[in-house]
């Protein structure tokens, strides 16, 4: 069973262009939580959703951010004209069930850069 | 609650010492609790969880206390080993504004002196 699957690891922008992070949660799991991490920092909750669903998006900045997680496909976490503030690792964790109660898998991250 | 915009606070054992990482939480509702470890440039690893009806749990050379009254959770490390060395962060999970999600402490970075 794989773990959760984040791609690309790293990833380079210049300012103004759009960075699409994508995440592949764990077999069998439908909730997709997104967080952002500065360097010496510690993880900041984004966004969290379920298949087709945004359930709290409380996390995200109001604009250039948005996220999805589609019936089919990964749970994209989009970025548009970013901005050297931007640069960040972003992780993705996914869990079974929502409600609690079980621990969040986490991938890899993609370390965003941009310049 | 959140870190934000705080770096991370540093604890520096002796190999072999045992380790004591403490943590605070936010939501007095929350009932799952876990740590996690985090190596340079991975993501976090699960480390030991417990639930809000336990005040301690023991794990291999790890064991998590819960106090629920003033809301703090502590990881115990015995026998700490460099491979310990890491950046350990607390989560709570519970129902923030309505939905549940999981919240990280602001962190602590474990150096295991030689």
């Known amino acids: 069973n794989a773990g959760v699957m984040q791609n690309p690891r790293h990833l380079v922008r210049r300012r103004g262009q759009e960075a699409r992070l994508r995440c592949s949660p764990m077999k069998g799991h439908s909730h997709v939580y997104w967080y952002r991490q500065l360097p010496e920092e510690g993880l900041k909750f984004m966004v969290y959703l379920q298949k087709e669903n945004i359930i709290d998006e409380s996390g995200m900045p109001k604009e250039r951010f948005s996220a999805e997680f589609p019936k089919e496909g990964p749970s994209i976490l989009r970025i548009q004209q970013v901005v050297r503030g931007d640069s960040a690792a972003y992780f993705c964790a996914s869990s079974p069930k929502g409600q609690g109660g079980t621990e969040a898998f986490f991938g890899q991250g993609t370390r965003l850069t941009v310049v | 609650g959140e870190s934000v915009g705080l770096h991370l606070p540093t604890l520096s054992v002796q190999e072999g010492d045992n380790s004591i990482i403490n943590c605070a939480y936010s939501?007095?509702?929350?009932?799952?609790f876990i740590w996690y470890k985090q190596e340079s440039g991975k993501g976090p690893q699960f480390i030991i969880d417990i639930r809000s009806n336990m005040d301690k749990r023991q794990g291999q050379r790890v064991t998590v206390l819960l106090n629920k009254t003033v809301k703090h959770l502590s990881l115990q490390i015995a026998a700490t080993q460099p491979g310990d060395s890491a950046v350990y962060f607390c989560a709570e999970n519970g129902a923030f504004g309505g939905t549940y999600k999981y919240i990280f402490g602001t962190g602590t970075r474990l150096k295991v002196l030689a």
């Open positions: 939501n007095s509702a929350s009932d799952y």
